[in-house]
């Protein structure tokens, strides 16, 4: 069963995500990932809550913190409210990369023309002190 650690080779658990630059981050309300391995595929899960401070506008958001590395990139979808994307750019989902950060992608708003689509967009933190960032999401992928 998942979780046991049986012979099936299953696991369950949490983790904790961080945005990659805590110096942004006030405080969290909300921060809890949790995660499913059955042989070589894994499934993730995460949600933040975070008040911003003042003055971290232009800073990428990133997520760290995942208790397993990826072989390859991986994509997923989710919830990025309160995030302001380059101009023109609208949220698609959140990709994981070998060094087992997560971060936001985009795509232009106006195109959805396959050649356009999964261009990584830089999404920053909210401006104003107390601004209140919520992201979310999920992805599977091997390791």
Do not use: M
């Amino acid at each position: 069963a998942i979780g046991s650690g049986g012979s099936s080779g299953a696991t369950a658990g949490s983790w904790t995500p961080s945005l990659t630059t805590s110096g942004a981050v006030s405080s969290y309300s909300v921060r809890q990932g949790w995660y499913s391995k059955v042989g070589n595929v894994v499934s993730i899960g995460w949600q933040i809550k975070a008040t911003i401070n003042s003055g971290y506008n232009s800073t990428s958001i990133a997520i760290s913190g995942c208790p397993y590395t990826p072989s390859y990139a991986a994509f997923g979808g989710g919830i990025a409210h309160n995030v302001y994307l380059s101009a023109g750019f609208c949220f698609e989902g959140w990709a994981i990369g070998t060094d087992g950060n997560i971060t936001l992608r985009g795509q232009p708003c106006n195109t959805t023309a396959a050649g356009n689509l999964n261009i990584t967009s830089t999404a920053y933190y909210p401006t104003g002190t107390g601004s209140v960032l919520t992201l979310g999401g999920t992805i599977t992928f091997t390791v």
